[in-house]
Structure formats: structure tokens, C-alpha cells
């Protein structure tokens, strides 16, 4: 998954000739799973037409300040426009734009939204060669590179003009891969390696029944796409679910019992930075598993168990450099069992999982405490568990800061 998806993405397009790719630029924005609202200048809709970017947004399009609806005009916000943008790309860039925003104009909605927004800009210059060169506009381009805005370079090859040379504006996937490039770098996890295991554990007694915990791998899940989406490279380990979830640019392992779950944990876990171990890994299983399917008719009186490893014990006696974070689920006693558990097993962190008056499995809300390797305790209230795995991940990076 693109760190852009699900963004709010204002594009600003003024009057040159390179603004005939920008349909392009936004269908592959779209698919990204992007939402995209244009505003124009006056003079770049000889370029392309409102009709146009307004189809591949599917949303209006804005190229003055009021718009005229049944003889009654109606004033298009720019302050609401620019609040609502997570990010703002103007492409292409000319000249008189930079210009412009160099010198705080606002003649053009373009203009009244860049200089009311408070998010990432992002220019994409775009003009003929000599006029690229001239140390004035090389000047405006040095005055916009400030911390909120970013210039694109240019590309190089045939130009309007017949010219050959820099000046080009960028082709749109180039654009795309700049700004998640840019977005990237700004967020809290960017280039950490994160492995997390998820769900269930199913210990064969036969080819049809196991013994397992119950788990959804909810919880799981939703901790392996927020860390993407705050940059991690992710690494997912999980039992069997029957969740069906996007997983894109994540890659996930499937397992089926603990000793599969221990060896695939095992394999990622020296180059990890952080490891979340959120499986529900059955406590036993079969001494022996029997081939063929057990006889109702012939009866069972006994299953002879043996304990599993203990993976996470495992993993605290191995790790060096690592965080390790551990899942504890508790009837009763639960600060202390989870206290216990963190400090027996070499942990960094525990999150404690409570079964009294609500019960998580399943479910898809969470309620949890978090405790660090200090046993100071960060208790949180019943959440969704996609808004719990934001809460659990700020915990980490807080706590891997102060380590």
C-alpha cells in the first residue's frame, strides 16, 4: 500500500503545454486510493479542460474564485480547500506561477490556496529551456525550497520549443515516486523492519481437529498496516484466519502451527528492528498427531499434550539490539501476571489484554494497558482495534526513542 493512500490531495495545475499529462497524474493518484480535488488557473484550461480533470477526480473543479449555479454565484472556499489537503502538487509550474508565489500574489484560486495552506507543497517546475536557465527563475525556485515546500527537478530531453534540454516537466509516475519518496522520509518509522505475528495456532490431533486458542488476528493485522502506514518495512507471520485484508507492500507469512510460527520467526528475527508478537499461540499440543481421521464410533479417552515453545521466551534470550513487545491476555490478576510475564521473558514492552466484563476476541474493539520495560503502565480506553494499533505503535516509538 502507497504511504499516499487514503490522502487528501489538492492539485494545482497552471498554463503550460505540460499540463496535458496531468488526467494521467490523477488517474494514477485515484489509483492509489487517493482523493484528489483540482483547482486551476484561468490560463490552464487552454491547456486542458475543467470537464476533463473534473471526470478522472470525480470531483469539481475549481478555476475561480465564485462559480455560477442556476444565475446564483457561489463562492469556492480556497481556505477550505487548502485545509482539507494532506498534500498539494502544482503541476506544471510555469514561470508566472513561481513568480507569483515567490512574491505572495493571489489573483487566481491556484495562488489563494497555496498561500493558505499549511501542508507539504510540492512544485513541479515546467518551461523552456533558456527560460529555466535564467538566473531569475533559478532564484524564485531557491526562495520556494523552504520546509513546507519541496521543487522537483526537471527533466531533460525535447521541449515545446523544438529545444532540446532541461526544463520538461516530470512524467507523472516520477512525480508519484518523488512524493512518496518525500512523505516517507517524514515518518516515524521509515526504514525500521517490523515482524509481528498474528492469529491463531492449530496443533493437529488429526487430519480434521486441532487444538488451538481463539484468535481472529485482528489485532494483528491492524498493527502490520498502521506500521506500514508510518513506514516500517513489515514482515507478517500469521496462523490461520479467515480474514481477507489488503496487505500490499507487506509481506505476510502463512502458518499453520507453533512450530511453523517459531521457524518463520526465527528466520526474520535477526534482521528486525521491532518485533510485536500478537499470535495466540496454542500452550500444547498432541504428542503425536494420528494420520488418519479419529472414529467417533471407536471413541477417545485420552489425548496425551506436551507444551509448545515458548516463542517468545525464545526470543528474549536471543535478541541483542531488538524491541521486543509481547500480548498478554489475563482473566484475573492482570498487572501482575503481565508484570511477570514482561520480566521472565526479557521483554521491552507488554500489551495486557483484559477478559472480564468484555471480551476482545473476535471483537473489533480492544481495550489494553501498555506496560515498558520501567513497569510504567499506559492505560487506554475501549477502541476500535484499528485506533488501538496507533496507540500501541506511538508507545514503541516513544519508548524505542528513549532506549
Not at 480547500?81 to 502544482?90: C, G, S
Not at 507453533?258 to 534482521?271: A, D, G, L, P, R
Not at 491476555?329 to 521491552?348: G, M, P, Q, V, Y
Amino acid at each position: 500500500m502507497s504511504v499516499l493512500a487514503q490522502k487528501n490531495i489538492l492539485v494545482g495545475v497552471s498554463g503550460g503545454i505540460a499540463a496535458y499529462k496531468i488526467p494521467l497524474l490523477i488517474r494514477q493518484l485515484i489509483k492509489l486510493n487517493c482523493k484528489v480535488k483540482v483547482v486551476m488557473t484561468p490560463s490552464s484550461k487552454e491547456f486542458v479542460t475543467p470537464l476533463t480533470l473534473s471526470t478522472v477526480s470525480n470531483n469539481d473543479v475549481f478555476s475561480e474564485f465564485t462559480t455560477q449555479k442556476n444565475n446564483n454565484p457561489s463562492w469556492n472556499n480556497h481556505v477550505e480547500l487548502a485545509e482539507w489537503a494532506d498534500i498539494f502538487i502544482i503541476a506544471p509550474a510555469t514561470s508566472n506561477t513561481i513568480s507569483s508565489m515567490v512574491n505572495a500574489k493571489c489573483d487566481n484560486i491556484l495562488l489563494a490556496c497555496f498561500l493558505s495552506s499549511k501542508c507539504p507543497v510540492f512544485v513541479v517546475p515546467a518551461m523552456d529551456l533558456e527560460m529555466y536557465k535564467n538566473s531569475l527563475n533559478q532564484n524564485n525556485l531557491k526562495k520556494l525550497q523552504t520546509n513546507l515546500t519541496d521543487v522537483l527537478p526537471v527533466g531533460s530531453g525535447s521541449l515545446a520549443s523544438g529545444l532540446e534540454g532541461e526544463g520538461r516537466m516530470l512524467e507523472p509516475v516520477e512525480i508519484i515516486q518523488y512524493v512518496e519518496a518525500k512523505i516517507k522520509d517524514t515518518l516515524p518509522l521509515n526504514n525500521l523492519n517490523f515482524l509481528i505475528t498474528a492469529g491463531p495456532t492449530h496443533e493437529k490431533i488429526d487430519p480434521v481437529r486441532y487444538i488451538g486458542n481463539s484468535s481472529s488476528g485482528k489485532m494483528g493485522y491492524s498493527l502490520a498496516k498502521k506500521a506500514n502506514e508510518l513506514g516500517a518495512n513489515v514482515t507478517l507471520v500469521v496462523g490461520p484466519t479467515n480474514l481477507s485484508m489488503d496487505l500490499s507492500n507487506i509481506q505476510s507469512i502463512r502458518v499453520q502451527d507453533s512450530e511453523e510460527m517459531f521457524n518463520e520467526t526465527i528466520k526474520y528475527f535477526k534482521n528486525s528492528d521491532v518485533i510485536i508478537c500478537s499470535a495466540a499461540i496454542s500452550d500444547f499440543k498432541p504428542v503425536q498427531a494420528v494420520k488418519n481421521k479419529i472414529k467417533k464410533e471407536k471413541g477417545l479417552e485420552s489425548i496425551k499434550l506436551e507444551p509448545t515453545k515458548d516463542i517468545l521466551l525464545e526470543l528474549g534470550k536471543i535478541k541483542t539490539s531488538q524491541f521486543l513487545v509481547g500480548f498478554a491476555l489475563e482473566t484475573d490478576n492482570f498487572i501482575r501476571n503481565a508484570k511477570n510475564k514482561l520480566k521472565s521473558k526479557n521483554l521491552d514492552a507488554i500489551v495486557v489484554n483484559k477478559i472480564d466484563d468484555f471480551n476482545p476476541i473476535s471483537s473489533d474493539y480492544n481495550q489494553i494497558d501498555f506496560i515498558n520495560s520501567d513497569l510504567k503502565i499506559t492505560s487506554f480506553e475501549k477502541k476500535l482495534k484499528t485506533d488501538v494499533s496507533g496507540d500501541i505503535l506511538n508507545q514503541i516509538i516513544k519508548n524505542v526513542k528513549e532506549t
